[in-house]
C-alpha cells in the first residue's frame, strides 16, 4: 500500500463511520509502529489530531483521515488550552527579560528545527496483558514538566556534532519518526549524540515552575483540572520557540521513568507515570514539585488501548486526563478508540 493519498479532514460523525467501515469491511490487524500497515493504520500525532489511513477495497483508494477533536464546536477546553498557553509563555518571556535569558528561549524560533521536528517520549507497554485485568500499582508525578524545567537545560548555539557529550553538556541525536513524517530529537545525557550544546539552570524556568506549582496546589476541582491544561501548554508552546529546550524536558522526564521501570514489571508508562506489579519504594512520595503519587495500591488493571487505562474502581482515563474534563469532541474520540481496539482486537 503506497503512501500518496490526499489527507481529508472529516469531523467526528465520520471519523466514526470510517472506524466501522474499517471494522466490518476490512481484516484487522494490531497497530504497529511502521507508518502504515498492511491494511490501515491509526495514530494521534503531537497536535492532538488522529489519523486513519486504509485502503478502500471497494474503491481501491488509499484514504487518509484526520480527525481534529478541537475543531468543529470549539469547546471551552479548546479555548482555555491555547488562551492559557499564550499566557503562560508571556509570563516566562517575562521573567526571561528580567534574567536576560530571553535570547535562549527564541533562540529557534521559525528555525527548521522548530518546522521540522518533534520529540519522542519514553511510553511503553506490556503487550501480553493488553485488554487483560491484572493487580497494578500506579504512580503519577506532580506537575512532572514544571520540576524538570529546574534542571540544567540547553542554551546559545549547537557547539559540536557528532562527538560525545561532556559534563556540563547535553546531547541530541536525530532519528526519524514514522508517525508524522517529521525528524525527531532524542535527548542525550551520556555518550555520544548528533547535536551538542552547553547547560544551565534558567532562573525564569525555575521561579515560573515554582509560581505555578504553588498556583495549582491552592486549586481544587474544576479549576485545578483546568490549571493542568495550561501548564501542558507552556510546555507545548516552548516547542515553537526553542525545541531544544522542550526535548532536554521530555528528555529528564523518559530518564526518571526508565530507572523505575527497571525495578518491578510495568504495564505502561508515560512520561510522568507508571502502572506497575509491585510497589516501587524506591519513587519518591510526597506533595512536592516532581515528587510522585501513589494513585492506585493493589487495584485491578486494564489497558485497552491507545492510551485509555480503565481501573476496576470505574475510572476510565486517556493519556492522563479525566473523560469528565475532557472537551466533546474527546469525549466522542474516547469511545470511539475504545471500539476501534475492540475490532483490532476481537475477544
Known amino acids: 500500500m503506497k503512501y500518496n493519498t490526499r489527507i481529508e479532514s472529516v469531523s467526528a460523525q465520520k471519523f466514526d463511520k470510517a472506524l466501522n467501515y474499517c471494522g466490518n469491511y476490512i481484516e484487522a490487524e494490531p497497530t504497529s509502529n511502521s507508518l502504515i500497515s498492511r491494511n490501515k493504520y491509526y495514530w494521534q500525532d503531537n497536535r492532538s489530531n488522529y489519523h486513519l489511513v ?4 471497494v474503491t481501491g483508494k488509499v484514504r487518509h483521515f ?16 491555547y ?3 499564550f499566557k503562560a509563555f ?5 521573567l526571561a527579560n528580567k534574567y536576560d535569558e530571553l535570547d535562549d528561549i527564541n533562540r529557534f524560533k521559525d528555525s527548521i528545527y ?10 511503553q507497554m506490556d503487550t501480553k496483558n493488553v485488554n487483560k485485568w491484572v493487580k497494578a500499582w500506579e504512580y503519577d508525578s506532580n506537575s512532572n514538566y514544571l520540576s524538570k524545567m529546574k ?17 556540563g553538556e547535553i546531547g541530541f541525536n536525530i532519528e526519524a519518526n514514522v508517525k508524522n513524517g517529521k525528524k525527531s530529537l532524542v535527548t542525550v545525557f551520556i555518550g555520544h549524540a548528533d547535536l551538542i550544546f552547553k547547560t544551565k539552570i534558567y532562573k525564569s524556568f525555575s521561579e515560573l515552575a515554582d509560581k505555578m506549582y504553588a498556583i495549582k496546589k491552592s486549586l481544587s476541582g474544576e479549576e485545578k483540572d483546568k490549571y ?14 526553542n525545541i531544544f529546550i522542550a526535548t532536554a524536558i521530555i528528555g529528564y522526564s523518559s530518564e526518571e521513568i526508565k530507572m523505575y521501570n527497571n525495578m518491578a514489571h510495568v504495564y505502561m508508562n508515560t512520561v510522568d507515570s507508571i502502572i506497575c506489579d509491585r510497589p516501587i519504594d524506591a519513587i519518591p512520595l510526597g506533595d512536592g514539585l516532581g515528587q510522585f503519587k501513589l494513585q492506585h495500591e493493589g487495584v485491578l488493571f486494564k489497558y485497552r488501548s491507545h492510551g485509555i487505562k480503565e481501573w476496576a ?19 466522542q474520540y474516547y469511545i470511539l478508540k475504545g471500539e476501534l481496539y475492540h475490532v483490532q482486537n476481537k475477544e
Not at 486504509?54 to 477495497?57: G, Q, R, S, T, V
Request: charged share 35%.
Open 54 to 57: 486504509f485502503k478502500d477495497y
Open 66 to 81: 484526520i480527525f481534529d477533536p478541537y475543531t468543529g464546536e470549539k469547546d471551552d477546553t479548546y479555548d482555555y488550552k
Open 83 to 85: 488562551r492559557a498557553g
Open 90 to 94: 508571556m509570563a516566562l518571556k517575562s
Open 114 to 123: 522548530a518546522k521540522d521536528y518533534s520529540w519522542i517520549p519514553f511510553e
Open 151 to 167: 534542571m540544567p537545560l540547553p542554551y546559545g548555539d549547537i557547539i559540536r556534532q557528532n562527538d560525545y557529550v561532556r559534563k
Open 228 to 241: 493542568k491544561i495550561k501548564v501542558c501548554a507552556l510546555h507545548g508552546n516552548m516547542k515553537n520557540h
Open 313 to 331: 474502581t470505574g475510572e476510565k482515563k486517556h493519556k492522563g486526563q479525566k473523560k469528565s474534563r475532557i472537551g466533546i469532541e474527546h469525549q
